[in-house]
């Protein structure tokens, strides 16, 4: 969609024609949203973008400009109208058997909102990022003393005489021991910032000067260990300084090891550490045993969905990426830390996307299955010549009514929306289908109407292939079987399955016992660690009783060997049904670790709270209530989550690789900079591709691409 | 079939990011900002400061604008406390303690930050990096005769010193009557003691910032001690 953005720009006056060929109904993947009974929006997991995705909020902002909306018809009409601001990052950290406290960190807002020009405010200078770092720093200091950060970084000033506590944790008490917490983290802040301040200058000085590095590093690690034994002496006789010291030891440890690993000076960057594991990297580099297993790393691969084959018990996140990624979204971020989608990804993202790309000449085949890449014969190719894809072959899933064009939105209160399945009304015979079931966006599910063979020449001259990475083996073996760096990639660009439910609740949570700002909480106990408060997506929805709360959850799925066949008809139902009893037993037994309220006297989970959107014809109050909630097992490959292992990194194909003259590839698997599954590498992929055909967008106005 | 021939992609003039650490410190000025520049490949990355000295003065001044955000933050929590509940017992030992040794661990952490940047100035100067004392030719190259000052400074709050002393005063006793500033009635800054290099040790000069001294730009002459000759000047400018 991106490179669609890109190259149908009006300044390329229509030079490309482009045709965008989608399977089943809908765009997005695994970013695809649909709207269920009740029009309530049904996601894939829960996707937030960050505060650093410069280049995705870009192309959004662009997007919405050019769409023009009218606000008195259309509740989002402008970008700030389809994301909020979602300052609250939450982990959860394990105080005794069973029981957990909530950490709840408020990240204040930075200058700028993502996608504004770069200027004097650019969150890739120095200047920027010890602006960030200072404000990190200091929210550590607000959220550990237990304060209301919200109101104070309003006021600007500390109130001492707050009595609130921290998520209920109960971590420090009033008066004249938060005054003496406070100095004693002031040390502790002092000393990391001192730390930072001077690693930033190591870096700059020794990118001119390498071989002043080592004694630099001799500085620092003085500097280092000095701060490290007067933080540990505090922290030792005030164990609930814990977290905040293992922030710091985190932190320290990173400027250590880019100084100890030459990264300023590397001209691989941080893609230098990629062969090692992020906590392998800084264990080396001297973090305390406290601090590679607190919920702060905990969290930070949890994020990343970062575990080989969906396991737990294997963590694995290529060092370099997991740096990148860390500095970028403290350091180089806009606005807020994390934004929200307001409705669903589909409707404020890819709806618009759709809008506009049509108004610009954009063309879209619905219903088409990507079966094979068809490179040209070996023995075709002149001398010289380099090969190219000679065709594309599809399977057709369904045909449109009169031969005419599939127009795959609906509105919800004015707001264009993608349904959860076909407008089976548009398709010829479509009732049929409907009554057939067809699953249009399954890899099992394989029946079509026809086939579609699109040739070079006659019917394309450039191909850019943005489908998951987890299909590349399908419909690339071509490739695979003449080109060795396919063949690795297939190999080692690993991906994994994800599995997400939504609850839809009528008390709030604060009715539950959950006195939170909305938050997005990562770090809780399996299956699903991770889940979002999504309170802001209700108005969106058409409940005839509004709901008092939206919760999404998801988590990595572990596999359970190797990929099943095609043939194998049985496996999305069993795995959909592993779902379903991960979420079962998930709300039965641990969610009331957060939420004491959730659950009677008994200690069972309140079924009843559930919403039913077909409520008059339920009467079930007990556990199979939870059959009206939404839940999915993310195991089609387009739908496969890309992860980052070490040494991953350097299999990864970039979108400008020429190899095959007419191919250029897009998504977030690609080796596009940011080299980790999300949207902004996704976005920069999509531009870097256009680029591949286009020439523009201009490498160095790709925001961060040439980031270290 | 179409007679038309099948297009080609030109090759990228480069597949991968720059990844040198110093594109992170460009400033917007000096990014790219035509759609149509094109990098080429093996391209050196263009220098980030726009003078031999930038790189040391711009990192000790932003290293300073995180100090100070910290030192006042607790500055602010002082004054909660002046402001607040806290009787006068509540100033108790212990509280005292933890106070005393976060300002003595700032007026340690300071100076030594000072003596980090005379110590990389000096590894540096072949580069061109600000190097406080330092003579210059007409392209700003540091001259050969030029000995390196440490610059220690006990203070609170930034700075910003300018030191320019004569060749050949590194082992004279040197002192200052004192800066001065251009307003009237503020207070010269007087505690500044010279050390003579001796030994092969650097020639060193000490600051010591009194609390309560006014912001603003203090300038004098240095002389020597013995003869009472000028040898140079220096400013200091407190923020």
């Known amino acids: 969609m991106a490179a669609a953005f890109e190259l149908s720009r009006p300044e390329h006056k229509g030079k490309y024609e482009i045709t965008i060929y989608q399977l089943g109904w809908r765009l997005g993947g695994k970013g695809a949203s649909g709207r269920g009974p009740a029009d309530r929006i049904e996601e894939h997991g829960f996707h937030v973008w960050f505060g650093f995705y410069e280049n995705a909020f870009r192309l959004i902002r662009e997007c919405y400009a050019e769409l023009g909306r009218d606000p008195r018809k259309c509740r989002i009409a402008d970008w700030q109208d389809a994301f909020s601001p979602a300052p609250f990052i939450g982990l959860a950290k394990p105080v005794a058997k069973d029981s957990y406290a909530s950490l709840i960190s408020y990240f204040p807002p930075a200058e700028g909102m993502p996608g504004d020009p770069l200027t004097e405010d650019d969150p890739f200078t120095v200047t920027s990022y010890l602006k960030h770092a200072a404000n990190a720093l200091r929210t550590m200091l607000l959220t550990a003393i237990g304060h209301d950060t919200t109101d104070s970084l309003n006021r600007e000033r500390v109130d001492l005489n707050s009595g609130e506590q921290t998520s209920g944790a109960g971590l420090y008490g009033n008066g004249f021991d938060r005054l003496s917490q406070l100095v004693k983290l002031g040390i502790l802040t002092t000393a990391a910032s001192l730390i930072e301040a001077i690693g930033i200058l190591q870096a700059i000085l020794a990118a001119r000067l390498p071989s002043a590095a080592e004694a630099l590093a001799q500085f620092v690690e003085v500097i280092a260990s000095s701060a490290r034994r007067q933080a540990d002496a505090v922290a030792a006789s005030d164990p609930q300084l814990d977290l905040l010291w293992q922030a710091i030891d985190l932190c320290v440890t990173s400027m250590l090891g880019i100084v100890r690993f030459g990264l300023m000076s590397d001209p691989r960057g941080f893609d230098a550490i990629n062969e090692y594991d992020f906590r392998e990297w800084l264990k080396i580099n001297g973090a305390s045993e406290r601090a590679l297993d607190s919920i702060l790393l905990r969290g930070a691969y949890d994020l990343a969905f970062a575990c080989e084959n969906g396991d737990y018990e294997r963590p694995r996140h290529a060092a370099g990426v997991g740096l990148r990624g860390a500095m970028r979204m403290l350091f180089g971020y806009r606005g807020s830390i994390v934004w929200k989608m307001n409705a669903g990804m589909g409707d404020v993202v890819f709806a618009p996307f759709y809008q506009v790309l049509k108004r610009r000449g954009v063309a879209f085949q619905f219903f088409h299955r990507l079966e094979r890449v068809r490179l040209a014969d070996a023995s075709s190719l002149a001398p010289g010549e380099r090969s190219y894809v000679e065709a594309l072959e599809f399977d057709v899933q369904a045909q449109v009514v009169n031969g005419g064009e599939y127009e795959p939105l609906f509105e919800v209160d004015g707001l264009p929306c993608w349904p959860s399945g076909p407008i089976y009304s548009q398709i010829r015979d479509g009732a049929w289908f409907e009554h057939e079931k067809w699953k249009f966006e399954s890899h099992w599910d394989r029946r079509k109407v026809g086939t579609k063979t699109l040739r070079v020449i006659e019917d394309f001259d450039f191909v850019i292939l943005g489908i998951g990475v987890g299909a590349i083996p399908y419909v690339c073996q071509d490739l695979i079987e003449c080109d060795q760096r396919w063949r690795d990639m297939v190999d080692h660009v690993k991906s994994v399955e994800t599995q997400a439910f939504q609850i839809w609740l009528k008390d709030d949570l604060e009715a539950l016992g959950w006195n939170h700002p909305p938050v997005s909480l990562s770090g809780f106990v399996q299956p699903f660690e991770s889940f979002a408060d999504m309170r802001q997506v209700i108005g969106a929805e058409n409940w005839p009783t509004r709901p008092g709360a939206v919760v999404y959850f998801c988590s990595t799925l572990k596999e359970v060997g190797s990929l099943p066949s095609i043939s194998d008809l049985t496996y999305p139902i069993k795995r959909r049904t592993e779902v379903h009893r991960n979420a079962v037993r998930f709300l039965k037994h641990e969610i009331q670790k957060l939420w004491p309220g959730a659950v009677a006297s008994n200690g069972e989970f309140r079924w009843q709270l559930l919403m039913d959107p077909a409520e008059s014809s339920s009467e079930s109050l007990g556990e199979s209530r939870f059959d009206s909630q939404f839940w999915i097992a993310n195991i089609d490959p387009t739908e496969r989550y890309v992860i980052s292992l070490p040494g991953s990194q350097r299999h990864r194909i970039s979108p400008l690789d020429n190899t095959y003259d007419n191919l250029t590839i897009a998504g977030d698997w690609t080796a596009c900079g940011l080299d980790t599954g999300c949207v902004e590498a996704a976005i920069i992929s999509g531009r870097l591709a256009a680029n591949a055909i286009a020439r523009t967008p201009s490498l160095e106005s790709i925001v961060g691409y040439d980031h270290p | ?239």
Request: hydrophobic letters at 35%.
């Open chain 2, 1 to 239: 079939m179409s007679e038309r021939e099948r297009l080609h992609r030109q090759d990228a003039s480069r597949t991968g990011p720059r990844r040198d650490f110093s594109f992170v410190y460009r400033r917007p000025a000096e990014n790219p900002k035509s759609e149509e520049h094109t990098a080429v490949e093996g391209e050196q990355p263009r220098a980030n400061f726009s003078s031999p000295t930038g790189s040391a003065r711009e990192s000790v001044e932003l290293a300073y604008q995180v100090i100070q955000k910290h030192i006042d933050a607790g500055r602010r929590a002082a004054e909660d406390l002046g402001e607040n509940l806290y009787k006068p017992r509540s100033a108790s030992d212990s509280f005292q303690q933890v106070l005393e040794k976060t300002l003595s661990f700032q007026a340690e952490i300071l100076p030594v930050w000072l003596e980090v940047i005379g110590a990389l100035s000096k590894g540096s100067s072949a580069a061109g990096a600000f190097t406080p004392g330092t003579a210059a030719d007409q392209n700003g190259n540091p001259t050969a005769y030029a000995p390196t000052w440490t610059v220690e400074v006990i203070s609170a709050r930034p700075l910003e010193v300018s030191l320019d002393i004569r060749p050949h005063s590194q082992t004279l006793a040197l002192a200052t009557p004192g800066l001065q500033s251009i307003d009237n009635g503020t207070l010269a800054l007087t505690a500044i003691d010279f050390f003579p290099q001796h030994n092969g040790s650097r020639p060193k000069v000490r600051i010591s910032i009194p609390e309560g001294q006014a912001s603003g730009t203090f300038s004098g002459v240095v002389v020597n001690r013995e003869g009472g000759e000028v040898r140079g000047t220096m400013s200091v400018r407190i923020k």
